[in-house]
């Protein structure tokens, strides 16, 4: 299948990557936490499979801090995709999102937060007829916040987001509500727990997905994780998956 054929090539560049990481990571804000206020450019390949296709997402994530209250995260993505019944690849969308945070501090002996409001610009460049894309640009307005525990390093991230589509031949209007959970333990290692249920305002449909990461940060400019997603519910975008990443951090 397209997703197995591909794979084999991301876990050569993961692993030569890890051989050539040394060093250990000092105390701070993790990445995964799109809330952090941190500079990193991740590379990233998710395949999942689904009865629809097989899909391999390729994409660059990344975050640059403007200001220490205004955040710019990014991304590109580029699909391989067997949906038509050929196998196809192409650029599918870019992802452009300014994130404020308005207000951050103490709660209590024990907790600290951090609040964001935001907006995601969704530039659609699929070709639809290879199956890429969804067929419409989306602006996506969002608000949240981050709490985190100063003893145990724990941090919950509830988000809210509504996607809608402002040209195109698609009609998206859709609510999501997020919740990040993300752990660091032993010297350099995190778990992350990422919850998305959507609600489909035109299709009536609940397309819920879950994450889970595993990773290490190798060095103080350098880390690597791997993920499992998993498809929730009968309106599940796809049934399962899993993926890799490499992190610089400057």
Not at 84 to 94: D, F, K, S, V
Not at 143 to 165: C, D, E, R, Y
């Given at each position: 299948?397209?997703v197995f054929r591909h794979f084999y090539t991301v ?203 595993l990773g290490k940060n190798t060095s103080k400019k ?29």
């Open positions: 299948m397209i876990v050569a560049i993961a692993v030569g990557v890890q051989l050539l990481a040394t060093g250990l990571v000092t105390a701070g804000e993790n990445a995964s936490n799109p809330l952090a206020a941190v500079n990193n450019t991740d590379l990233r390949v998710q395949p999942t499979t689904s009865r629809a296709q097989d899909k391999i997402d390729v994409y660059i994530d990344g975050a640059y801090m403007l200001s220490p209250k205004l955040k710019l995260k990014y991304e590109l993505h580029y699909n391989f995709t067997d949906i038509t019944g050929t196998n196809q690849h192409g650029i599918e969308r870019l992802n452009i999102k300014p994130l404020y945070f308005p207000s951050e501090g103490k709660l209590g002996d024990d907790w600290s937060y951090r609040t964001t409001v935001g907006i995601e610009l969704i530039l659609d460049l699929g070709d639809q007829s290879k199956g890429i894309g969804v067929g419409a640009d989306q602006i996506a307005p969002l608000g949240g916040a981050a709490f985190t525990n100063t003893k145990t390093g724990l941090t919950l991230i509830p988000l809210v987001q509504h996607f809608k589509s402002y040209n195109g031949s698609s009609n998206i209007n859709q609510t999501s509500a997020r919740l990040i959970a993300i752990q660091p333990f032993g010297e350099s290692y995190w778990v992350k727990l990422d919850a998305k249920i959507p609600y489909d305002w035109e299709n009536n449909i609940w397309p819920a997905t879950a994450e889970i990461q350098l880390a690597l994780y791997g993920d499992i997603l998993i498809g929730l519910g009968s309106d599940r975008p796809y049934d399962y998956g899993f993926g890799v990443g490499v992190r610089f951090i400057y």
